[in-house]
Every structure is written in C-alpha cells, then in structure tokens.
Nanobody
C-alpha cells in the first residue's frame, strides 16, 4: 500500500516563501518519478513541477518557473516544493503525485496521489 502524506501548506503573504513536503511509504522511493499538481477553486487540477526518479531532471509549469523549486531527499523518502515569491494566483490545493511505474520522469499521467494540502497566498 502506497501512502503519500503532504505537509507544509498554509497561509502565506505574496512575496513570501513556503515549503511543501511529501513523504512516501510503501515503495522504494528512489526509483520513482514524482510531481506536484494543484487545483484552484472552480478549476481543473494542473501540473506544477516534476522530478525524474534519479533527481537529475526537473520540469516546471511556465507559471512557476523561476519561483518554485522541486527537489527530493531519497534518504528521507521525501519530496519538496520550495515556493518563493508566491502570488495570489498560486492559491489552491497542492497534491503530491508518484508515478505508478518506476524509472519515469514524474510526468507519466499515471499516479498515486496524496490527499492534498491547502496553500493560500494573500495579497
């Protein structure tokens, strides 16, 4: 049974910073690609960032490029999303996702999902 637990969400002022974490159990963490997605009220879930299973490639949505950084610590079975200079439009529920198949880029479209953590950016 794969479990993904997100943490670190909350209220942050625009221009501040916030770090989200996703801890995974039930799989050999180091061989799976992972990603972050978000869903704003009334909108569909969208891609934010992903990281290859090996950690040597990362991918970002244009809307967060240069402000957010995705990383992983295989020793802690944890993935992070460092959110710098967030904007009110970054508000939403942020979901952690793990590729169901190993050795992917974190963009397979076939994921295990976390329960989500709310991020609210005030102006």
């Amino acid at each position: 049974q794969v479990q993904l637990v997100e943490s670190g969400g909350g209220l942050v002022q625009a221009g501040g910073s916030l770090r989200l974490s996703c801890t995974v159990s039930g799989r050999t963490f180091s061989i799976y690609g992972m990603g972050w997605f978000r869903q704003a009220p009334g909108k569909e879930r969208e891609f934010v960032a992903s990281i290859r299973w090996s950690g040597d490639n990362t991918y970002y949505a244009d809307s967060v490029k240069g402000r957010f950084t995705i990383s992983r610590d295989n020793a802690k079975n944890t993935m992070y999303l460092q959110m710098n200079s967030p904007k009110p439009e970054d508000t939403g529920v942020y979901y952690c996702a793990v590729d169901r198949m190993p050795y992917e880029l974190g963009r397979s479209g076939n994921y295990w999902w976390g329960q989500g953590t709310q991020v609210t950016v005030s102006s």
